[in-house]
T-cell receptor, first 113, second 113 residues
Framework: QKEVEQNSGPLSVPEGAIASLNCTYS??????FFWYRQYSGKSPELIMF????GDKEDGRFTAQLNKASQYVSLLIRDSQPSDSATYLC?????????????FGKGTTLSVSS | ETGVTQSPTHLIKTRGQQVTLRCSSQ?????VSWYQQALGQGPQFIFQ???????GRGNFPPRFSGLQFPNYSSELNVNALELDDSALYLC????????????FGPGTRLTVT
């Protein structure tokens, strides 16, 4: 059973702080890793993807990937109340790119002003 | 907004009935995936369509079936509805058969009573 694990939270941070969201996955063959943001009652929105070990930065967001440890993280700098949402980690399983995304259950982030 | 549209937005059905959900993919995207998201869970992969053929399927029974049309739009059909089928049904499109990034539509909220 290929799995993606996330702490459900809630993760609470004050406005302006760094929020750190973590994810582990079980399939060593996974090649692609994604972070989605989902506001309550809405559909998931793709905010970051990463394919190679190391860091990838996009504005206030940084995705970090360590394939040896099977670990993906998302850092949100200068957190804003509008960042309050559920963050879903997703992994493209196996070697058939595009076949399926396996999602974690999500981590709920609450940013207080 | 991703350009992926779904209809209807909400639907209420009775156990045992059949339902058809529709999705139009983003312009330039030829691959459509369907996911089921129960409350408090991450999306679960149902199946994917590429060039009108099923291109991968998750752990869902045969009463979940689909179609893709030449214009890349897609349908999800569910027969013999069960109470546990109540969920948010998400359609996601991606630009290539091997393309990893998937962009979600707004979803259809199905309630089975």
């Amino acid at each position: 059973q290929k799995e993606v694990e996330q702490n459900s939270g809630p993760l609470s941070v004050p406005e302006g702080a760094i929020a750190s969201l973590n994810c582990t996955y079980s399939d060593r063959g996974s090649q692609s890793f994604f972070w989605y943001r989902q506001y309550s009652g809405k559909s998931p929105e793709l905010i970051m993807f990463i394919y190679s070990n190391g860091d990838k930065e996009d504005g206030r967001f940084t995705a970090q990937l360590n394939k040896a440890s099977q670990y993906v993280s998302l850092l949100i700098r200068d957190s804003q109340p509008s960042d309050s949402a559920t963050y879903l980690c997703a992994v493209n399983i196996g070697h058939q790119a595009g076949t399926a995304l396996i999602f974690g259950k999500g981590t709920t982030l609450s940013v207080s002003s | 907004e991703t350009g992926v549209t779904q209809s209807p937005t909400h639907l209420i059905k009775t156990r045992g009935q059949q339902v058809t959900l529709r999705c139009s993919s983003q312009s330039g995207h030829n691959t459509v995936s369907w996911y089921q998201q129960a409350l408090g869970q991450g999306p679960q992969f149902i199946f994917q369509y590429y060039r009108e053929e099923e291109n991968g399927r998750g752990n869902f029974p045969p009463r979940f079936s689909g179609l893709q049309f030449p214009n890349y739009s897609s349908e999800l059909n569910v027969n013999a509805l069960e109470l546990d089928d109540s969920a948010l049904y998400l359609c996601a499109s991606s630009p290539l058969a091997g393309g990893d990034e998937q962009y979600f539509g707004p979803g259809t909220r199905l309630t089975v009573t």
